[in-house]
């Protein structure tokens, strides 16, 4: 909201104990006790599903032994729970019942004169509290480590990639010995677990900056331990003409053909395995980015030369939709050529995928015996449906006999 986005939801930070926070609401979950965590249930106007809050008791971290989460906490205030954050811009509080002109408690500063001058979040209610200087730095457009940027990256070796999500997310430059710290400890990242970098790398890429989160990706050295290989900075620039709402399948074609991490069909399936392991994929996500590059490649470099029944084919394919839109970001005058043939081939009779009019069963009506050659000569027939030459039962039937006679025709129907 500081920055006029709407927010998608809100925690709650306060001094109050979870036993505390559980006696004061009747419907609430335990969900991290070491941590101070509760959620609050409340029921929605109108009678909508429930509304959960996340309440946290303000808290000091001990040590991060496993690198993720805190040995040890301790139940704080305010300003130490603000100073154990990761990011300035991540480590601001609003109390929205208090008037910003009110007089302020002792332990609560001001937002600073440079702040409110600014405007940044003037038109909110309450009064934010900031022990950071992340007010300032929210007005420079500037994400920066609370405190020591090396301790903070070590206690959670996944700030270095949230780092980037949230850099381009809120259009923040990564302020230079906060970057600085983040190459230092880039192959750190490598021992994350893969669940939680794809995760993270899924909100990369899930957004409309997603081209700005890859470039800063490449250029603070995190791609190599990130993605499982390190390639010179290119410029994404397939992934920054895509629609803002495309699928993750869609952002990882594109950026495999940004980084030019494969350059013909035969590099498709090692590349993903490879991501497979290091971003956690989906089997849908897998095949899903599969498809849309063996698709690509093809509407590239050869569509043109394909016979109707193969454009069809590739047409009413599960890969087309991600592959055209990947082409559209490449070359929006060659997708133009591709989606008005396609237009003219929905627009035949029977469209782009008709219901197969030679059926097994019909084979075997017309006396034939299912064998070797049976699968073939059912692809060959819908081959040759695709193609017009026949539309209904009869055209089909005249078909398959004169190709058992050795004719290349068949009738049209």
């Known amino acids: 909201e500081l920055l006029g986005l709407e927010a998608s939801d809100y925690d709650v930070a306060t001094d109050a104990t979870p036993d505390r926070v559980r006696g004061l609401f009747k419907r609430t979950a335990l969900v991290g006790a070491h941590f101070g965590v509760v959620l609050v249930k409340s029921g929605a106007a109108g009678g909508r599903r429930d509304i959960v809050t996340e309440v946290a008791t303000f808290r000091s971290d001990g040590a991060y032994s496993d690198r993720r989460r805190p040995d040890s906490v301790t139940f704080s205030d305010a300003r130490s729970d603000a100073l154990r954050r990761d990011f300035t811009v991540n480590a601001l509080f609003l109390d929205p019942l208090a008037d910003r002109d009110t007089e302020r408690h002792a332990d609560v500063p001001p937002m600073g004169r440079e702040a409110e001058a600014s405007g940044v979040g003037a038109t909110m209610r309450g009064q934010i509290v900031d022990f950071v200087g992340g007010i300032v730095d929210l007005d420079a457009r500037v994400l920066r480590a609370v405190g020591d940027p090396d301790k903070r990256l070590g206690e959670d070796h996944l700030r270095a990639l949230r780092a980037v999500r949230l850099a381009a997310k809120l259009g923040l430059a990564i302020e230079a010995g906060t970057a600085a710290a983040i190459r230092r400890h880039a192959q750190d990242l490598a021992g994350v677990s893969h669940e939680r970098v794809g995760d993270e790398m899924r909100r990369v890429l899930g957004h409309p900056s997603r ?26 620039a397939r992934l920054g003409r895509l629609d803002a709402a495309a699928s993750v399948e869609v952002c990882l074609a594109a950026m495999a053909l940004d980084r030019g991490e494969v350059d013909g069909p035969e590099g498709v399936q090692a590349l993903l395995t490879a991501w497979r392991r290091s971003l956690c994929l989906s089997n849908e996500e897998r095949e899903g980015t599969r498809d849309a590059l063996a698709a690509y490649f093809v509407l590239r470099r050869e569509f043109e030369t394909l016979g109707v029944a193969a454009q069809k084919r590739l047409a009413a394919g599960a890969g087309y939709p991600g592959a055209v839109a990947v082409l559209e970001a490449e070359d929006p005058d060659r997708a133009g050529l591709v989606r008005g043939r396609v237009a003219e081939l929905a627009a035949t009779p029977g469209g782009l995928a008709p219901d197969p009019v030679v059926t097994g069963d019909e084979l075997i009506g017309l006396g034939m015996t299912p064998g070797p050659g049976f ?39």
């Open 211 to 236: 081209a700005v989160g890859v470039r800063l990706l490449q250029d603070l050295g995190l791609d190599g331990p990130v993605l499982g290989s390190q390639r010179p900075a290119a410029v994404p």
């Open 375 to 413: 699968s073939g000569l059912l692809a060959a027939a819908y081959d040759a449906q695709l193609e017009g030459l026949f539309g209904d039962r009869e055209g089909g039937v005249r078909w398959v006999r004169a190709r058992e006679r050795g004719e290349s025709g068949g009738g049209s129907g």
